[in-house]
């Protein structure tokens, strides 16, 4: 259940935004992660979502494999970023109380990893 929650949510972004790729140091790169919301990394493969501002919605990835992109400073980091709607933020909050199993209001991964403006 949870991977068509986080499937849906990409899905919201990746239709209204805009796909992007940028360089950036790795240091950026974890620090968006442990900022980030729902953040998962499967071998090499990294992944959450983010929420900038209030204002914009965004799905970030990178691989740190052989295969994927990256140097010595830092990975390519790409995904999508789009303009953050109440329908995102329902969203979220329905992710943040599958996530705890109670309400987000209570949540404290909410508090946590999502401030509302």
Not at 22 to 27: K, N, V
Not at 77 to 82: D, I, L, T
Not at 83 to 88: A, D, Q, S
């Given at each position: 259940?949870?991977?068509?929650?986080?499937?849906?949510?990409?899905?919201?972004?990746?239709?209204?935004?805009?796909?992007?790729?940028?360089?950036?140091?790795?240091?950026?790169?974890?620090?968006?992660?442990?900022?980030?919301?729902?953040?998962?990394?499967?071998?090499?493969?990294?992944?959450?979502?983010?929420?900038?501002?209030?204002?914009?919605?965004w799905y970030l990835e990178y691989s740190s494999?052989?295969?994927?992109?990256?140097?010595?400073?830092?990975?390519?980091?790409?995904?999508?970023?789009?303009?953050?709607?109440?329908?995102?933020g329902q969203y979220i909050t329905l992710m943040?109380?599958?996530?705890?199993?109670?309400?987000?209001?209570?949540?404290?991964y909410r508090r946590l990893k999502y401030k509302?403006?």
């Amino acid at each position: 259940m949870w991977d068509i929650y986080r499937m849906h949510l990409l899905r919201l972004i990746s239709e209204t935004g805009n796909k992007f790729e940028i360089f950036t140091t790795w240091e950026n790169a974890h620090k968006s992660q442990r900022n980030g919301l729902f953040s998962e990394s499967e071998y090499s493969s990294h992944s959450w979502f983010f929420i900038k501002d209030g204002k914009e919605a965004w799905y970030l990835e990178y691989s740190s494999s052989d295969g994927g992109c990256w140097n010595s400073k830092g990975p390519l980091v790409s995904g999508y970023k789009a303009r953050y709607t109440t329908e995102i933020g329902q969203y979220i909050t329905l992710m943040c109380d599958f996530k705890n199993g109670e309400s987000s209001a209570n949540s404290n991964y909410r508090r946590l990893k999502y401030k509302d403006n």
